[in-house]
């Protein structure tokens, strides 16, 4: 099994969590996405993900792109920890919050959109900044009250126990502290955060604990 990684993506930080959790370590390629215009352009990983994008799991000589896919791939594979609840209820709620930060944040926020905006349209970093800070709290504010107001959310997002919406959150968490945006309104999602940090899989997982951090 390889992974084919950056620190800083967020969405290699969602699959570094899932195979910390279990206990699976891979061999790592790393793909600078802001060296040499973006490695991840370049045609030699453009043939491993035609998506110009990390991560990508090799797994035997198939290769995984998508950050759920993988872990949806990981949790079939290796199912303890399970990371997302049989009873289909849950499953679908979990899924809910997974996918509110993967498809409604992450992507308006991602570093090809920030790069298109400053290139291409012009954008200011201070305008760029406006941006992303609206994106977090346009998303944020309901994920705070899914968790908030539901008896479902436990010491996390779904109960006690990890699951694929916690592998989201947390690396979403971080890039709003790194763009330096208030938390405050969300005291849910903070604490949920704290509690998932403290574990070990997740702070092993962190942008600075990687052999390729800048």
Same mark, same amino acid.
């Given at each position: 099994?390889?992974?084919?990684?950056?620190?800083?993506?967020?969405?290699?930080?969602?699959?570094?969590?899932?195979?910390?959790?279990?206990?699976?370590?891979?061999?790592?390629?790393?793909?600078?996405?802001?060296?040499?215009?973006?490695?991840?352009?370049?045609?030699?990983?453009?043939?491993?993900?035609?998506?110009?994008?990390?991560?990508?799991?090799?797994?035997?000589?198939?290769?995984?792109?998508?950050?759920?896919?993988? =872990?949806e791939y990981l949790d079939?594979?290796?199912?303890?920890?399970?990371?997302?609840?049989?009873?289909?209820?849950?499953?679908?709620?979990?899924?809910?919050?997974?996918?509110?930060?993967?498809?409604? =944040?992450?992507?308006?926020?991602?570093?090809?959109?920030?790069?298109?905006?400053?290139?291409?349209?012009?954008?200011s970093d201070a305008e760029?900044?406006?941006?992303?800070?609206?994106?977090?709290?346009?998303?944020?504010?309901? =994920?705070?009250?899914?968790?908030?107001?539901?008896?479902?959310?436990g010491k996390y997002c779904?109960?006690?126990?990890?699951?694929?919406?916690?592998?989201?959150?947390?690396?979403?968490?971080?890039?709003?502290?790194?763009?330096?945006?208030?938390?405050?309104?969300?005291?849910?999602?903070?604490?949920?955060?704290?509690?998932?940090?403290?574990?070990?899989?997740?702070?092993?997982?962190?942008?600075?604990?990687?052999?390729?951090?800048?």
């Open positions: 099994m390889k992974l084919y990684t950056y620190a800083n993506s967020s969405a290699a930080y969602r699959v570094r969590i899932a195979l910390n959790l279990k206990g699976l370590k891979p061999e790592q390629v790393f793909v600078s996405l802001i060296k040499n215009g973006g490695e991840q352009h370049k045609p030699e990983y453009r043939a491993i993900n035609p998506q110009e994008q990390v991560p990508t799991l090799d797994v035997n000589g198939h290769l995984i792109g998508q950050s759920l896919a993988i =872990i079939e594979t290796y199912p303890t920890p399970q990371l997302l609840p049989t009873y289909p209820l849950a499953k679908a709620r979990v899924r809910q919050l997974a996918l509110a930060v993967a498809c409604d =944040i992450h992507p308006v926020n991602n570093l090809s959109v920030r790069q298109f905006l400053k290139s291409e349209m012009k954008h760029i900044n406006v941006w992303y800070e609206h994106f977090i709290h346009r998303g944020f504010k309901p =994920i705070e009250a899914l968790l908030a107001n539901s008896n479902e959310t779904h109960g006690d126990e990890v699951t694929l919406a916690d592998l989201c959150l947390v690396p979403q968490v971080y890039n709003a502290r790194r763009y330096k945006i208030s938390l405050d309104a969300y005291p849910t999602i903070v604490r949920i955060d704290a509690a998932l940090r403290a574990l070990k899989a997740f702070a092993d997982a962190a942008p600075e604990k990687q052999p390729d951090a800048a």
